[in-house]
């Protein structure tokens, strides 16, 4: 498995696996699951950082997707990761677990100071991330509790504490 950069290329691959990936017995073609739209709109964002837009690839087929995008938490800049996503056929195979430890290597070696999601903590606990909470952050919504949750990196200051904004096209849901 191969994880790169996000190529223009890969678009149509994206969106299919966004698609499948949470696809729900109300998800159409005429409605997909609200991550697509998401996605698209993060892409032509001015929030996207290019370099934090990874496919996972294997065989030559897009298994995998990540993106974290500008966000900020207080008057600091910080990232938000998702959506994420893994072809059904290729889940609990670890692709979700390389494409976040990318994204933690990318973001780490560029300086970035926390990565911030909302998600399962059983999941992403494995990672180092803990609620937001606990280090000062304030969810966008009080009700997504633990579910909102933070990875402080090296570069995190305590300027790194106050209200999570993720990029616009989250707030536009």
Known sequence: MLIRSLE????????????VAFAT??????????????NTALLDSD????????????????????????????????????PIG????????GVGSALIAETVRVAEAHGE?????LGDPAYYGRFGFVPGSELGIVAPEPAWGEYFQAL?????TDAHRGAFRYARPFEEL
């Open 152 to 156: 402080p990196l090296a570069a995190v």
């Open 47 to 82: 929030a996207l950082l290019p370099h934090l837009a990874l496919v996972a690839e294997l065989e030559g087929e897009v298994i995998g997707y990540c993106i974290s995008t500008r966000a900020s938490i207080g008057e600091s800049d910080a990232l938000g990761l998702g």
């Open 8 to 19: 223009s290329a890969d678009h149509a691959a994206v969106e299919h696996l966004l698609a």
């Open 113 to 117: 100071g926390a990565i911030v999601l």
């Open 25 to 38: 017995p109300a998800t159409t073609a005429d409605a997909p699951p609200i991550e697509v739209g998401l």
């Open 86 to 93: 893994v072809l059904p056929g290729q889940q609990r195979l």
